[in-house]
């Protein structure tokens, strides 16, 4: 499926690619460029690449191109300094653009289906406490990823890999069996991480605590059923409780994995079995490991350990069978990991490529801290997701009672997606390879680049259109400048899903919903619709511009609200 603004362009580098062939002999690939200013164009293309091949200046080479360059699709053409820089044909882009967009509604900017599976792995926090701000971005991320994967017309499962048998889940199974604590709070991840955090206290100044943590995690890991069991019942209700919390951000999951599984069906097993054949197999006091250092890693971590001198597996073995069961669900694999688990990752992709299983897309991200320092969940020194969000929606609340007299149950209710909405953009706004110092007065900024701010502006498309009773109709005379934007900007929606898709970034698509939203507020204070003469037209391009915005922010994960 082509939309409208992709027809351009390939008709752009077509005519391109055809014109460099004839006159010059070029065969080299056509990269056309977006303009940072719309006086330049909607798409340019530079021509230093052929300078070289055609003997001649890059604005010499643009003028000549510039003069072949027609089609249905193409409006105006420039060469200016070098590069050719050509306009959409207005009049066909609105004829195209908005019948298309006001019938498809909700799929408008999807991707036909790709008869593809991907599997896309994303939170898999200990289960042993809340979720805090600063592993918080990992669910943001992988959802909205997965969001963004399912409308390009791919069939998604998200997954959330349980540590169950693990060094975190054994404190907490002891600290449950152990202490006599009554926690204040009544959410169930909030009253396991009171005992988990106590027992790790326990285990760090008592040698015999120390000791007995250590049988339940070799028992663990050796696939004792009773044990996992009872590390079951210790994290069930933590992980209840992270579960609530994902919900109130509009994140479900598809799939839990245990990682004991491959434990007990023989995967870990066979796995070590493999690697130890291999050329790069060796053991140390029984305990085997991969000599790494050919793969380009040096120094303490080329030796990536398998197993423990008893023959136990690691985490990272588990990992491995659990990459090795998934490349076999599914064509694409992608991971959402804190930048901590890059060389663990790699490690686990070497191991892969030995077996000859397909490597995963691995998304990291750097986390969200506090200006005071990096949290822990281990020294319990964090802000709680829970408690951001709560702040977030209290503060949320105080704004809508500000500007409208509503119900209480009526203003909670926007207040609870107001608020909410706003973290979630807050943290996925920003590039997942860039830090966040967590600032409340830039998280809940209610005015410029935020959730309520793109959240208002559909509200007033919904306002807009319940006041009429004209029915929208396209025509042809979108002249103004703020028209012409906006139109612009609605039709290069279904590219910047396209480009967040293949980056696995959704920071874009955060950049494009705000610039949608302040297009639309321009064209609404310059360019009358109710009780103008063409009413209807305008209509048409405010419910484009809702159709739009919705799409956006369901893929954010944030909800359109129709009044605030």
Known sequence: MEYPFQQFRRQVATRLAESARRRYGYEGDIKLETPTEAEMGDVAFPCFPLAGRAKKAP????????????????GQVEAVNGYVNCFINMEKLTMELLPRVLEMQERYGAGGDKNMAV??????????????VGRGRNPLLGDTLARIFRFAGYDVET???????????????????????????????????????????????????ARDIEELIQRGEQGDTGMLERMEQAYRPALEGIMQTLSRVNISMDSFIRESRFVLDGTVSNVVARLAETAYAAREDGALYLDLSSFDIHGRNKQFYL?????????????????????????????????????????????????????????????????????????????????????????????VKKRRDLPDEQAKAIAEQVGTGAVRYNILKVSPEK??????????????????????????????????????????????????????????????????????SPAGLAEYAHELASRFNGFYRDCRVIGDEREAARLALVDASRITLHNALELLGIMPLPEM
């Open 59 to 74: 604005a010499a080479i643009a003028e000549e191109l510039a003069s072949d360059i027609a089609g249905e699709w193409i």
């Open 159 to 209: 997954q959330f890999y349980l540590d169950d048998m693990g060094k975190q889940v054994a404190i907490l199974a002891w600290g449950l069996e152990h202490l006599d604590l009554t926690p204040e709070a009544e959410k169930p991840d909030h009253r396991s991480v009171a005992f988990y955090q106590e027992a790790n206290r326990r285990m760090e100044r008592d040698e015999q605590v």
């Open 435 to 504: 830090a966040i110092t967590f600032r409340w007065e830039e998280a809940l900024n209610f005015e410029g680049q935020s959730a309520p701010f793109i959240q208002y502006a559909y509200a007033r498309c919904c306002s807009i259109l319940e006041k009429t009773d004209t029915t929208p109709d396209v025509d042809s005379g979108y002249g103004h400048p703020e028209e012409t934007a906006l139109l612009k900007t609605i039709a290069r929606f279904p590219d910047v899903v396209t480009h967040c898709r293949e980056r696995c």
């Open 119 to 132: 599997i896309v792995e994303h939170t898999s926090a200990n289960p042993n406490g809340p979720l805090h």
């Open 307 to 399: 197993t423990r001198r008893d023959g136990t597996s690691l985490y990272a073995t588990r990992d491995i069978a659990y990459h090795l069961w998934k490349g076999r669900q599914a064509d694409r694999l992608v991971n959402v990991l804190g930048e901590d688990h890059r060389l663990e990752a790699r490690q686990v992709e070497i191991a892969l490529s030995l077996l000859d299983a397909p490597a995963p897309k691995n998304v990291f991200y750097s986390f969200v801290s506090l200006p005071e320092g990096k949290m822990s969940t281990r020294r319990g020194r964090v802000v709680y997701l829970d408690d951001l969000l709560d702040e977030a929606v209290e503060r949320a609340l105080r704004e």
